[in-house]
Every structure is written in C-alpha cells, then in structure tokens.
C-alpha cells in the first residue's frame, strides 16, 4: 500500500499563489508517476491538473499551463504543485494521485482545500 498525505491548500485572493505537497509512503517501489487532480464542486468528477514522472516529465491540463508548476524530490518521495496568478475557477478540493505500477492500483490522497476569492 501506498499512503499519500497532502498539505499546502487554504485560502489566497486572485492572483496569489499558493504551493501544495504530497509526501508518499509505504510500498514506494509501487509507484513511478505522481501528480494532482482537482474537483471543483461535490458531485462533480475530478479532473487532471498535472503530473510528473520519475525522471521529472511533467504533463499539464491545459487550463493550469504557464500558471502552475509540478515538481518532485524522489528522495523524499514527494511531489509539488506550485501554483501562481490563482484564479476563482482554479477553487477546488486538490487531491494527490499515484497510479500503480502493476496498472491496476491507483492511490489517493484525502484531499486539501484551495479557495481563490475574487
């Protein structure tokens, strides 16, 4: 099993930033790939927001790219998520995600808050 804990979220007015951790434990050999999804309101589904590979290949949703950042310390087996000019659609619970390398395990994180006011 792999626990993933994040931290970072709160509140930021339109423009500010605001930088998000995940930090992985447990089975780390189980993942490879690492990232965030975001869901913007209860019932809605998660969407992607970026992930990055092991060898530090980022991948970006198009809405979040040229304003926010992925990065990770495979040492401390964590991931990054910085995020600048902040905008009120960017509002949403932030969940960190690893999908397992067996492609059939994916894992989750309970989710941190990021509310952007206008």
């Known amino acids: 099993q792999v626990r993933l804990v994040e931290s970072g979220g709160g509140l930021v007015q339109a423009g500010g930033s605001l930088r998000l951790s995940c930090a992985a434990s447990?089975?780390?050999?189980?993942?490879?790939?690492m990232g965030w999804y975001r869901r913007q309101a209860p019932g809605k589904e998660r969407e992607l927001v970026a992930t990055i590979t092991r060898a530090d290949n980022p991948n970006y949703a198009d809405a979040v790219k040229g304003r926010f950042t992925i990065s990770r310390d495979n040492a401390a087996n964590t991931v990054y998520l910085q995020m600048d000019s902040l905008k009120p659609e960017d509002t949403a619970v932030y969940y960190c995600?690893?999908?397992?390398?067996?492609?059939?395990?994916?894992?989750w994180g309970r989710g941190t808050q990021v509310t952007v006011s206008s």
């Open positions: 995600y690893a999908p397992g390398t067996d492609a059939l395990s994916v894992y």
């Open positions: 447990g089975a780390i050999s189980n993942i490879n790939t």
